[in-house]
């Protein structure tokens, strides 16, 4: 089968699950793509740009696999003579309906709206976690009900009906290359705990509170290390430079590193924590549980999930004061915080194990589409 992957957004874990999923596939996958940059203008211009770009070519696909970014109704209408027969599946890797916002801004309902009528024109929608799905269908009926007549809330059901969860392929099996000796845990007394934020250095992943949480440990007295990677949008990110200055002699690693030296530093860690006010799935979670850390994370979001039930008490928070507790346990008993490993949960995102779904999903939207 022939699949051409719509992106129009290519950049970070977006650009690593088309290029993931277009290796791994048994199907024949075509990537039109554009930068990451500019996310509105993406919102907006991008189906016009991309429309063209799939009229420029000669053959035609069995399906298209399109993601959140494109405003899809539009590319549909501007590639009608082309693609107006084919099936089309929505991917959501996240939402403008409830992506959170920064302090004192006001949500643009233009962009839930281009969300919305998209997954109203595909024939399949695909949410990468059952959080995102549950949280969407919440707020779907309260952005309708914003507009002053025809809210044609009947819609809602329809999109659910067709909708389903299909979660993120990542490609696990290249953090393998980092397990050495050297980036192997050391045993108790030689070596100070390492502590890992992975993820973004933006607000919507709450670094303030995970400095604050470490702030307290070091108050009382807890060895430890922090390894801070990362990727960083901002020009001055004022909560790192101030833990920079205050953990000092502390922070093992400052700052994004290459996929190489990433992968060692997965292997060295002993626990990543998020704080995040914004999670649909968690790409850096999955990739440290693969490599053997032990999670401290926030009982809501996507992580209630992605974690077995027999661990929660242990590394789920409600709040700041068990954010703090939890990791004092894991730095006073990190023997048992390493044994416990949540490796093979890990392991069952990796591509090997969700390509075949993928495949077999999408051919089946191909078939009764």
Not at 142 to 166: C, G, M, Y
Not at 328 to 344: M, N, P, Q, V, Y
Request: proline share 5%; charged share 25%.
């Amino acid at each position: 089968m022939r699949i051409w992957l719509i992106e129009p957004y290519f950049t970070g874990s977006h650009a690593a699950w088309a290029e993931g999923y277009r290796q791994h596939s048994r199907h024949q996958v075509s990537l039109f793509r554009l930068a990451g940059a500019f996310w509105k203008w993406r919102m907006h211009g991008a189906a016009v740009t991309l429309a063209r770009l799939v009229r420029e070519r000669d053959e035609e696909p069995d399906l298209l696999l399109v993601t959140d970014m494109l405003n899809l109704p539009t590319f549909l209408g501007l590639s009608r003579d082309r693609l107006s027969r084919l099936p089309v599946a929505l991917y959501f890797h996240e939402n403008q309906l409830t992506y959170p916002l920064q302090p004192g801004e006001k949500r643009d309902l233009t962009y839930g709206f281009i969300n919305f009528t998209s997954a109203l024109a595909a024939d399949r929608v695909f949410f990468n976690s059952r959080y995102h799905l549950e949280s969407f269908f919440q707020e779907l009926p309260r952005l309708l009900k914003h507009f002053p007549d025809h809210n044609e809330l009947w819609t809602v059901a329809a999109i659910r009906a067709k909708s389903q969860v299909l979660p993120v392929g990542v490609d696990l099996r290249r953090l393998d290359r980092g397990d050495t000796q050297e980036s192997r845990h050391e045993p108790a007394g030689k070596s100070a705990p390492l502590i890992l934020w992975n993820q973004r250095w933006e607000y919507d992943k709450n670094p303030a509170e995970f400095f604050r949480a470490l702030y307290v440990l070091a108050e009382r007295g807890l060895d430890f290390q922090v390894a801070l990677c990362g990727q960083n949008y901002r020009l001055v990110p004022t909560e790192f430079e101030e833990a920079r200055q205050r953990l000092g002699h502390r922070i093992a690693q400052y700052g994004y590193v290459n996929d190489d030296d990433y992968a060692k530093v997965l292997w060295r860690t002993d626990i990543v924590v998020s704080t995040a006010l914004h999670e649909f799935f968690g790409v850096a979670l999955v990739e440290a549980l693969y490599c053997g850390a032990f999670p401290v994370l926030p009982h809501r979001l996507t992580y209630p999930d992605l974690l077995p039930a027999t661990v929660h008490s242990l590394c789920l928070y409600t709040d700041f004061d068990g954010l703090v507790e939890r990791l004092a346990w894991a730095l006073t008993h990190i023997e048992e915080a390493r044994a416990i490993s949540l490796r093979e949960v890990a392991a069952g995102y990796d591509w090997a194990v969700l390509a075949p779904l993928y495949d077999a999903a999408l051919a089946e939207v191909a078939c009764s589409s």
